[in-house]
């Protein structure tokens, strides 16, 4: 794949979860892979099942992080592998593309649940020695395969957070064209456009109840589609400005200072509240539809005090060196963030 190329999606709707492993074999094979190293989560296992000649048939480990993922690319290279597909979740899909990276060979996505947009970016968030995720370049799928009867039996939380993630869209370009009017990014209107359009295909659902939305095929597939052309504009762009501004770092520093509290997605609509805040919006009319689909909308939700919110507000700023959003603009000190904070959440 060339610089800013876009992957072939497959998306298989009809049918059991054993036949759209067999159309995943039988694609890797149109793609002119033959000699497969296979990362499979245990919900993967049986997608992968017909998948022939893998060189190798790997787990991931309960912690896998930057060094693993690296020590799986040197397994793909000794053991001569032409790709390495992905079967399972988001950190599975993420360490796959930085050991395609580090391998030189191309990455197929697989996933198996809904739950973030970095499906087909060229972005993994995979934690390094420190045990937080960063966001470290890496490679983007050649092929992105989405089995729909998969998807059914994910999580519904799972489902939900894919809904959190890509809500962070609008607030993101917002970032994005704050950080154009200070001289420090350069917007792609092509990205932009695919990350707005992302975002309108699933709006809708934050309208429904959240058990329409996860047991609904159709439904599902318009989220996976959301998903992947989210994920679209960040190739487009070259990074992950279309789909994450100020509410991502915010997600980022409740991993580094409280980890273990949410789902990645859920924690990012966490943060749409204080951004959509920050630029002096009301986030009441926002609250009421996470509430409905399940998303946390107060930090008790999170396990978080409003002092444990204000630590997370004074290091988000850090976990994205060089990003410009709302949070940089407002340049908050433990007053103000303690102020914004009390203003969200007086109940």
């Known amino acids: 794949m060339g610089l800013n190329a876009f992957p072939e999606v497959v998306v298989h709707e009809d049918g059991s979860e054993d036949d759209a492993a067999h159309e995943l074999a039988q694609r890797l094979k149109i793609l002119g892979v033959s000699a497969p190293l296979v990362v499979a989560t245990s919900h993967g296992k049986r997608l992968g099942a017909a998948i022939e000649n893998p060189v190798e048939y790997v787990q991931p480990i309960a912690g896998a992080d930057q060094r693993w993922a690296l020590d799986l690319g040197g397994l793909a290279r000794r053991r001569g592998a032409d790709a390495v597909v992905a079967i399972g979740g988001g950190r599975c899909l993420d360490v796959a593309k930085l050991a395609a990276a580090r391998a030189g060979v191309a990455v197929v996505a697989v996933p198996t649940q809904p739950s973030h ?12 020695g420190s045990g937080c995720g960063q966001s470290v370049g890496a490679v983007a799928p050649r092929l992105v395969f989405i089995s729909v009867p998969t998807l059914l039996s994910a999580p519904l939380q799972s489902v939900a957070a894919g809904l959190g993630d890509l809500l962070a869209n609008p607030l993101a370009l917002r970032d994005w064209a704050l950080a154009s009017e200070r001289g420090l990014a350069t917007v792609d209107k092509r990205a932009w456009e695919l ?74 609509a966490f943060g749409c509240i204080i951004s959509t805040t920050l630029y002096g919006d009301d986030a009441s009319a926002l609250r009421a539809r996470l509430r409905k689909v399940g998303l946390p909308d107060h930090p008790s939700q999170l396990g978080l005090s409003q002092n444990d919110v204000v630590e997370v507000l004074l290091c988000a700023p850090q976990t994205r060196p060089g990003r410009f959003t709302i949070l940089e603009e407002s340049d908050l000190d433990a007053a103000r963030a303690l102020a914004l904070v009390t203003k969200i959440w007086t109940d």
């Open 117 to 128: 947009d970095g499906i087909c970016s060229p972005v993994a968030v995979v934690p390094a």
């Open 195 to 268: 990350s707005t359009e992302s975002f309108e295909r699933i709006s809708p659902h934050f309208d429904s109840d959240i058990e329409r939305t996860g047991r609904d095929p159709a439904r599902l597939r318009e989220l996976a589609d959301a998903l992947v052309i989210s994920g679209l504009a960040m190739i487009r762009a070259g990074n992950s400005r279309p789909a994450s501004g100020g509410e991502h770092e915010i997600s980022h520093a409740i991993d580094e200072r409280f980890p273990g509290r949410a789902l990645h997605g859920a924690q990012v």
